[in-house]
């Protein structure tokens, strides 16, 4: 066919849809074109600012608190959860991680993605040594599909081998630097 060569493409009243192409059909953007407006965004990150003290065998909510970013105000500090803002439902890559350590006691760590307050997805990892003062840690990762204001959050079980109360670690007080127990998350494009 031909080339349209031109600097500017408007819908005739300079407001609404523009649509390329019909279903079926892909449109492709030429080597090295920058995509505009097509980024991963909504994407927040955020994680456990301090240690959280949990009963043991008790699924708890992690109480992740501190913002590394959040490009849409999505993420709440205080409810602990990411809520999908207007304009960005779609399919999500979510990731939870949440570590149990420094207490000589842990066995077993299981995290989860929660969607609307039920879980979506989980994970759980064995302390794969003999002595339980490695602690433990999981990570678990998932797309979920999420409707303007469903929202995420994380939840873990830590499993004491005396059954006393266990700990979510931010990670600063073993020397790690912080952030091991977060909630992440970005839309993909075109899903």
Known sequence: MGTL????????????????????????????????????TPAFFAYLGSD????????????IDTEVFD????????????T?????????VITGALASYGVEKYYMTQVAIYKNGAEYHGGMQNNPFSDPSYGTGGI???????A?????E????????DGTSGTFENGASIQLGD??????GYRLIGA
């Open 5 to 40: 060569k031109t600097t500017n493409i408007q819908t005739i009243t300079g407001s609404g849809t523009l649509t390329l192409g019909t279903s079926g059909e892909t449109v492709s953007l030429g080597s090295g074109v920058s995509g505009g407006s097509l980024t991963n």
């Open 84 to 92: 999908c803002p207007t304009g960005g439902a779609g399919k999500y």
């Open 52 to 63: 959280q003290t949990v009963s043991d065998l008790t699924t708890t909510k992690v109480q």
């Open 148 to 152: 303007v204001n469903d929202y995420v």
């Open 179 to 184: 952030k091991l127990s977060y909630l992440r």
């Open 154 to 161: 994380l939840y873990g079980i830590s499993d004491t081998s």
């Open 140 to 146: 678990v990762n998932s797309i979920v599909e999420l």
């Open 71 to 82: 490009t849409h105000n999505a993420f709440d500090t205080s409810t602990y959860r990411f």
